[in-house]
T-cell receptor
Framework: RKEVEQDPGPFNVPEGATVAFNCTYSNSASQSFFWYRQDCRKEPKLLMSVYSSGNEDGRFTAQLNRASQYISLLIRDSKLSDSATYLCVVNMEIQGAQKLVFGQGTRLTINP | DVKVTQSSRYLVKRTGEKVFLECVQDMDHENMFWYRQDPGLGLRLIYFSYDVKMKEKGDIPEGYSVSREKKERFSLILESASTNQTSMYLC???????????????FGPGTRLTVL
């Protein structure tokens, strides 16, 4: 099993739709969770940290499910500018060292 | 605004050349990282540093070395470039962990390196 696993997509959805994707992680001891956004040919940028109680920022909602070891990202009323790759990031202890592990990303395209 | 800068956006080198990639951050971050990003493989950690003159191997350190002589600067060195090191190289920095909680990493714009 991969340490952090995401469906690579691509997800193609119409403007205004609601879209959700999940990310599963392998280490039950993980404590820090993030969603990053990466536009084409640009660097990743933090979209949201994911807290145990879940958190919302405008049209974006992130949830953490520790029992099933996944985090989710929900985008409501999607905009053309939401088209990007969304990276799931989780901290893990690997061979005695703490690291942040990035998923491969889920590619999202919003169509007019 | 946090700023992480990288010395070049695009670089073309020949096999066997020594390559230096420089990264500078202006937010007094303790941690600095070097990643490479390849299609289908995502971001992979090469090396990281938690303090000046300190370095730790990441997941794919072979063929690379690093230097951190000053807090704001972290250099990645390819001693003898090879074609399989053609990639996008991303530098990042962050504050050190708060207890067991990690802080946000801020990325530079990336250097697209082509080795011929």
């Amino acid at each position: 099993r991969k340490e952090v696993e995401q469906d690579p997509g691509p997800f193609n959805v119409p403007e205004g739709a609601t879209v959700a994707f999940n990310c599963t992680y392998s280490n039950s001891a993980s404590q820090s969770f993030f969603w990053y956004r990466q536009d084409c040919r640009k660097e990743p940028k933090l979209l949201m940290s994911v807290y145990s109680s879940g958190n919302e920022d405008g049209r974006f909602t992130a949830q953490l499910n520790r029992a099933s070891q996944y985090i989710s990202l929900l985008i409501r009323d999607s905009k053309l500018s939401d088209s990007a790759t969304y990276l799931c990031v989780v901290n893990m202890e690997i061979q005695g060292a703490q690291k942040l592990v990035f998923g491969q990303g889920t590619r999202l395209t919003i169509n007019p | 605004d946090v700023k992480v800068t990288q010395s070049s956006r695009y670089l073309v080198k020949r096999t066997g050349e020594k390559v230096f990639l420089e990264c500078v951050q202006d937010m007094d971050h303790e941690n600095m990282f070097w990643y490479r990003q390849d299609p289908g493989l995502g971001l992979r950690l090469i090396y990281f540093s938690y303090d000046v003159k300190m370095k730790e191997k990441g997941d794919i350190p072979e063929g690379y070395s690093v230097s951190r002589e000053k807090k704001e600067r972290f250099s990645l060195i390819l001693e003898s470039a090879s074609t399989n090191q053609t990639s996008m190289y991303l530098c990042a920095s962050s504050f050190k962990r708060t207890g067991r909680i990690y802080n946000e990493q801020f990325f530079g714009p990336g250097t697209r390196l082509t080795v011929l």
